[in-house]
């Protein structure tokens, strides 16, 4: 079956402008997450969504936000784009969401975001 | 909070050999599931192993193991017959009820 998709894979922003990431995951997994990694700072968990709910949000500022959709699809935006939010983000998918359901995360292959 | 921990930032390892990454991780929870990932240089995650806390067996998959001690908190990864196809980046996670948290991830050079 098909793993997680990103799209799109690669852009290029203007600092100031907003950007919208797209995650379809795994059929029928219903949780979402959302990870940012830098050269500097590595893999930062950034949210996590379960059947539409926003279950946990990492240490970021309100810039980022996100949502998931009823079919599990999920978005995240990054509004007044900063060069320091130049990163790979990653979204992951499992089946249900906490730790003791004890299934797997599954990635996809990421969004390459460049803010010039 | 949990914390998790890899030390040593390079490796490397001669073709056909066995290495061994090593993590550790702090928690004050007794169940969790503990994985292994590895980040090609297509920045692609993909899972190597897990362990499940409440398990004493260590987990094995073909060429990879690990070795999990629960109270030392610590979850080593062991690559037998190191493949040029294994050097890659890999990390260390640990699964905790809202997010999965990561080490700083260790990159495994193989020499042919």
């Known amino acids: 079956k098909a793993g997680v998709t990103q799209t799109p894979r690669y852009l290029i922003k203007t600092r100031g402008q907003q950007v919208t990431l797209s995650c379809s995951p795994i059929?029928?997994?219903?949780?979402v997450s959302w990870y940012q990694q830098t050269p500097g700072q590595g893999l930062q968990f950034l949210f996590e969504?379960?059947?539409?709910?926003?279950?946990n949000k990492g240490n970021f500022p309100g810039r980022f936000s996100g949502r998931q959709f009823s079919n599990s699809r999920s978005e995240m935006n990054v509004s007044t784009l900063e060069l320091g939010d130049s990163a790979l983000y990653l979204c992951?998918?499992?089946?249900?969401?906490?730790?003791?359901?004890?299934?797997?995360?599954?990635f996809g292959e990421g969004s390459w975001l460049t803010v010039v | 909070a949990q914390t998790v921990t890899q030390s040593q930032p390079e490796m490397s390892v001669q073709e056909a050999e066995t290495v061994t990454l090593s993590c550790t991780y702090d928690?004050?929870?007794?169940?969790?599931?503990l994985f292994w990932y590895k980040q090609p240089p297509s920045r692609q995650m993909i899972l190597v192993i897990r362990?499940?806390?409440?398990?004493?067996q260590n987990a094995t998959e073909n060429r990879f193991s690990v070795n999990f001690q629960k109270a030392a908190k610590s979850f080593s990864l062991k690559i037998s017959d190191s493949q040029l196809g294994d050097a890659a980046m890999y990390f260390c996670?640990?699964?905790?009820?809202?997010?999965?948290?990561f080490g700083k991830g260790i990159t495994l050079s193989v020499r042919p």
């Open positions: 992951a998918s499992s089946l249900v969401a906490g730790q003791f359901s004890g299934n797997t995360i599954y």
């Open positions: 059929s029928g997994h219903r949780s």
């Open positions: 969504y379960f059947s539409e709910t926003q279950r």
């Open positions: 928690t004050s929870e007794s169940d969790y599931y």
């Open positions: 362990q499940e806390a409440y398990k004493q």
């Open positions: 996670a640990y699964r905790s009820a809202l997010e999965l948290t």
